[in-house]
């Protein structure tokens, strides 16, 4: 069974007079216990497809979909609770921003303690509560928080954006989630414990089968251990597909600059003070989108046909939208 399943999602945002399409008619599927890496420039819509996924976005934004399943429930036809009910149980998310997103106003062991999974604790109230201390712990403790008494007793603002950070992933991997959506959850880690939370999450993602959607810009992470990329450019996921295929065979233009302008990704030695690959040009605004495909005016094989929006193609399970794709379809 397919753990997501999603079909031609729009995520606009409503202005006092217009609507801006942000992601448009993206589709995006993963099984259970997958790792699909979500791929792509800043501000190409890759956080906004996460939030609306968990349902964090206020309502400047409209979130429609043709298909939205998750575990074989159809979203679409629950109502917000009953949506809410099912995402806060088996879903959860580690933000970009963690301080901005634990609690101000409250101590580090609360929090935590909200985040434990709803179950019966036995015994008298006094053990009930060092049981949860014990949770609490474990869970510092496998993120790499030392001195747990004195974090505990702490509030954000006494931390630092790292140990806020492991925090919160503490707090996402408490209730053994079905689908965990890191949303660069490395960023602000120094590069050993950015390490040690990779390692913690591919071990929950063996032995507990949790699915990640891992969002990032850090390609050597990723490329070794997801089953899936997806890349995105402009709001559209332009390609997808099974991680080595991608990898050794990219259909889009975007996706081969993208890999091409990392050092250890790009084919062939690098010789000393060469400059990296780039595409020319910058990515446009939502406001400003060429007519057309997305890529259009920087791409380096851009034809005539491309002043027409590429349709969304499947070739051997790779999903592409490209009129001049770089493989042969018929091999
Ligand atoms: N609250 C907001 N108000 C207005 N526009 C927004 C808001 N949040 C996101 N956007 C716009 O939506 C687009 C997608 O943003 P998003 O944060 O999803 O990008 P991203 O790919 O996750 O980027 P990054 O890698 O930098 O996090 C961008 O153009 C961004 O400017």
């Given at each position: 069974?397919?753990?997501?399943?999603?079909?031609?999602?729009?995520?606009?945002?409503?202005?006092?007079?217009?609507?801006?399409?942000?992601?448009?008619?993206?589709?995006?599927?993963?099984?259970?216990?997958?790792?699909?890496?979500?791929?792509?420039?800043?501000?190409?819509?890759?956080?906004?497809?996460?939030?609306?996924?968990?349902?964090?976005?206020?309502?400047?934004?409209?979130?429609?979909?043709?298909r939205?399943?998750?575990?074989?429930?159809?979203?679409?036809?629950?109502?917000?609770?009953?949506?809410?009910?099912?995402?806060?149980?088996?879903?959860?998310?580690?933000?970009?921003?963690?301080?901005?997103?634990?609690?101000?106003?409250?101590?580090?062991?609360?929090?935590?303690?909200?985040?434990?999974?709803?179950?019966?604790?036995?015994?008298?109230?006094?053990?009930?509560?060092?049981?949860?201390?014990?949770?609490?712990?474990?869970?510092?403790?496998?993120?790499?928080?030392?001195?747990?008494r004195?974090?505990?007793?702490?509030?954000p603002?006494?931390?630092?954006?790292?140990?806020?950070q492991?925090?919160?992933?503490?707090?996402?991997i408490?209730?053994?989630?079905?689908?965990?959506?890191?949303?660069?959850?490395?960023?602000?880690?120094?590069?050993?414990?950015?390490?040690?939370?990779?390692?913690?999450?591919?071990?929950?993602?063996?032995?507990?089968?949790?699915?990640?959607?891992?969002?990032?810009?850090?390609?050597?992470?990723?490329?070794?251990?997801a089953d899936t990329?997806?890349?995105m450019?402009?709001?559209?996921?332009?390609?997808?597909?099974?991680?080595?295929?991608?990898?050794?065979?990219?259909?889009?233009?975007?996706?081969?600059?993208?890999?091409?302008?990392?050092?250890?990704?790009?084919?062939?030695?690098?010789?000393?003070?060469?400059?990296?690959?780039?595409?020319?040009?910058?990515?446009?605004?939502l406001?400003?989108?060429?007519?057309?495909?997305?890529?259009?005016?920087?791409?380096?094989?851009?034809?005539?046909?491309?002043?027409?929006?590429?349709?969304?193609?499947?070739?051997?399970?790779?999903?592409?939208?490209?009129?001049?794709?770089?493989?042969?379809?018929?091999?």
């Open positions: 069974m397919k753990l997501l399943d999603i079909r031609n999602l729009n995520i606009e945002l409503l202005t006092n007079d217009d609507r801006i399409r942000a992601v448009e008619s993206a589709n995006f599927s993963m099984k259970e216990g997958e790792v699909s890496a979500l791929i792509g420039e800043s501000g190409s819509g890759k956080s906004l497809i996460a939030k609306a996924l968990v349902g964090v976005l206020n309502n400047r934004w409209e979130v429609t979909a043709d939205l399943h998750f575990m074989g429930e159809d979203l679409n036809r629950k109502s917000d609770k009953e949506r809410r009910k099912i995402i806060s149980r088996d879903v959860s998310m580690i933000y970009q921003e963690p301080r901005r997103c634990l609690d101000p106003t409250a101590n580090i062991f609360s929090q935590l303690e909200e985040s434990l999974p709803d179950r019966e604790f036995s015994g008298w109230f006094g053990s009930r509560k060092s049981q949860r201390v014990k949770l609490c712990s474990n869970l510092l403790h496998k993120v790499g928080v030392k001195d747990h004195a974090i505990f007793e702490s509030y603002h006494m931390l630092s954006e790292g140990v806020c492991k925090i919160m992933i503490a707090m996402a408490a209730k053994e989630p079905k689908l965990l959506i890191a949303d660069e959850p490395t960023t602000a880690l120094e590069s050993t414990t950015s390490l040690q939370v990779i390692k913690l999450l591919k071990s929950l993602n063996q032995l507990k089968d949790m699915a990640v959607i891992f969002i990032t810009h850090n390609l050597n992470t990723i490329t070794s251990w990329i997806n890349v450019y402009c709001g559209q996921l332009i390609e997808s597909g099974k991680t080595q295929k991608i990898l050794s065979a990219p259909m889009h233009p975007y996706t081969k600059a993208l890999f091409d302008s990392e050092p250890d990704f790009k084919s062939g030695d690098i010789d000393k003070k060469e400059r990296l690959y780039t595409l020319k040009g910058t990515i446009p605004t406001q400003h989108l060429p007519a057309g495909c997305r890529l259009g005016p920087r791409c380096p094989n851009a034809q005539k046909a491309c002043v027409k929006m590429p349709e969304q193609r499947k070739v051997r399970g790779q999903q592409f939208r490209c009129h001049y794709p770089l493989q042969e379809l018929t091999k």
